[in-house]
Structure formats: C-alpha cells, structure tokens
C-alpha cells in the first residue's frame, strides 16, 4: 500500500517537471500564489502534489497573456468558463491594437532610419540630378495664410488634418514643406505652399521622376541660399522647373544637437536634363 506522502514532489522536482524555476516557485509561495501541499515531517522541506503542475499550468498561460501575478491570483479564485472566455476575447482585442501600434512604429522606425543614414551618405555640398522612385506621403492641403495665418498656424492646422485624415499622430514623423513650381520661380521660398511628411501607409506620393537636388547646412527655413544656387544652375543648364520643391531635413534634432548644423535637402522636378 502507498504511503501518504507517495505522491509528494520535491520543489526542484516540480520546476523540472513544470519548465520553471526554484526561485520561481519559491516567490508563488511568498506571495499565496501557490503554496506547496505541505512540508515533509522528516526534513522540514517544501512538497507539492501531481495536480499542483496543473495549477502552475494555468498561471503560466495568464503570464503569457500579460496579466501581472496580483491579477493572475484573482483569476484563479474565482474562474469560470464564461469569465475566462470573457478575459480571453477582452485580452485579444488588446492584443490587436498592440499590433497595430508595433506596426506603426516599425514604419516609422524606417522612416527615420532612411532619412538619417540617407543624410549621412548625402553628397552635402555639390548640386546635383539625380533619379527617384516615389514615395508614400501624407501631404497636407493648399495652405491659406488670409486672416493673418502665419506658418506655425498652418503647421498645428497640417497636425489637425493629419489625425483626422490618417487617424496618425504626427508628431511620429518629421514635417516637412513643399513649395509650388509658382513660388520657385518667383523665388519666394518663405511660405510652404503645403505640409507633408513620409509614411510607408501614406495617401499620397512623392511622383518618381527626374530632380535637381541640392544640401545645405541650416535651421528649419533657412534654405533660401540653396534655393538661388539651385535655380541658379538651372538656368544655366537649360533645365525646366515642371514640380514643386520638396525640402526635407534628414538630419535634424532627431540626430543633431546643434539647430543650425541640420542638413537641409531641397529636390524638385526638371525636365530636358543633360549632366
């Protein structure tokens, strides 16, 4: 006949057979999480039963699902089939919306890490052609300055839109201006005709084509110099203007201490190009 204690399980034992930890098991215990069946008259040491691998079972699936120990022991206490389902599709939903947001911010990790390792290997200092693919952008509508709007005006009216628009936070996202192929070539380069910044899920997109691009070195605005020297060397390349100007700042507070060192990246559109 088996004795009473037969079926008694060592604490090392029961963290080998249940793929956890002594110490693990030794904190349950602290806490009244799971206490072990009793202690062994001989040797004062903690023993556990066969069904008590269950019971830590149950707490390994509630970690899983994210909930603290503080939660997982009023769970248990009081588990039924309807309030366990319940937790399951309350912690699912959960579990949507945390994809979604690791989602978000993969695209914007690449975003910033294009940008910033794209300023790094950037020809800073030579005007140059050169071709680009399209990009996913969300781009702001036309900019109204009546009223007495100002550029920060229309900056926190982009943001609004933004969030209505794409239901992004966009201040995930570097801003950036796009100036009209009217306001280049009247070079009045002080008012951005919209606000737009880059997003793999974006509305709209930066056409692929043929562009002039130029790099300076300034804080956000300060790109007049380059916009002249670009036009400048349009002009005496005999190249067309045909889109507006893109100007983005792919090193900025992000990766710069030092406002005016941003690297400031102008490109717009031409046609009839000869290097």
Same mark, same amino acid.
């Given at each position: ?6 079926? /008694? ?34 040797? #004062? ?18 970690? #899983? ?14 588990? &039924? ?23 978000? /911010? ?10 910033? $390792?794209? !300023? ?38 982009? $943001? ?38 880059? &997003? ?13 691009? !130029?790099? &300076? ?54 046609? #009839?190009?000869?290097?």
């Amino acid at each position: 006949m088996k004795s009473e204690h037969a079926a /008694e399980i060592g604490i090392s034992d029961l963290a080998r057979l249940s793929r956890t930890t002594r110490s693990t098991l030794l904190h349950y215990d602290r806490i009244g999480l799971l206490k072990p069946a009793g202690r062994n008259e001989k040797n #004062n040491y903690r023993y556990y039963r066969q069904k008590q691998i269950q019971d830590i079972r149950v707490i390994s699936v509630f970690l #899983n699902l994210g909930y603290k120990l503080s939660q997982i022991s009023e769970i248990i206490k009081e588990r &039924t089939p309807d309030k366990i389902c319940s937790i399951i599709q309350e912690r699912d939903a959960c579990i949507d919306d945390e994809i979604a947001n690791l989602q978000t /911010e993969k695209r914007m990790l690449k975003v910033l890490n294009d940008l910033i $390792c794209g !300023g790094m290997a950037a020809e800073r200092c030579a005007i140059h052609i050169e071709k680009l693919n399209s990009v996913s952008i969300l781009l702001g509508p036309q900019i109204d300055y009546s009223d007495g709007k100002t550029t920060d005006d229309a900056l926190v009216d982009f $943001c609004n839109y933004a969030i209505k628009a794409q239901e992004q936070d966009p201040m995930h996202y570097p801003i950036w201006a796009v100036l009209s192929k009217e306001h280049l070539e009247s070079r009045q380069f002080d008012r951005p005709d919209h606000f737009f910044f880059v &997003t793999p899920a974006g509305l709209n997109e930066r056409p692929a084509g043929t562009y002039l691009t !130029g790099y &300076t070195r300034g804080y956000y605005g300060q790109g007049a110099s380059l916009y002249n020297s670009m036009l400048d060397y349009a002009e005496k390349h005999g190249l067309s203007v045909i889109g507006p100007a893109w100007e983005t700042y792919p090193l900025n507070e992000i990766s710069i201490t030092e406002p005016d060192n941003y690297l400031i990246r102008i490109s717009f559109m031409i046609s #009839n190009a000869v290097q």
